[in-house]
């Protein structure tokens, strides 16, 4: 069963591995402000974190809504992570923001 579980968490992180420093903060900021994710560590402060850096390399994200429609990477990796139990997405958001 721990194999099962490694692997999930395992694939996802080779998914975020493969992409650039924008979509990655993209993608903590979804994690960071959603709902269905049962993160252990204060969100809002990942938040804050993510989005400052993301409003500093890129400038659609600081001055309009970013319509997450045009990452479906990201929509696919958050739809992966709601899947996940508690465990796996503070895994995955750990690798995350080490990574970044």
Partial sequence: MNNIIDDKVRNVIDIIKNMDLKNKLRLGVCMSSSTYTNLK?????????????????????????????????????????????????????MYLYNNI
């Avoid at 804050?48 to 990796?77: A, C, G, H, Q, W």
């Fill in 41 to 93: 560590y204060n969100k809002a402060h990942i938040h804050s974190i993510f989005d400052k850096r993301l409003k500093e390399i890129d400038n659609e994200y600081l001055t309009s809504y970013v319509n997450m429609r045009k990452y479906p990477i990201l929509l696919f990796i958050m739809a992966k992570i709601m899947e996940m139990n508690s465990t796996e997405q503070n895994q995955i958001a």
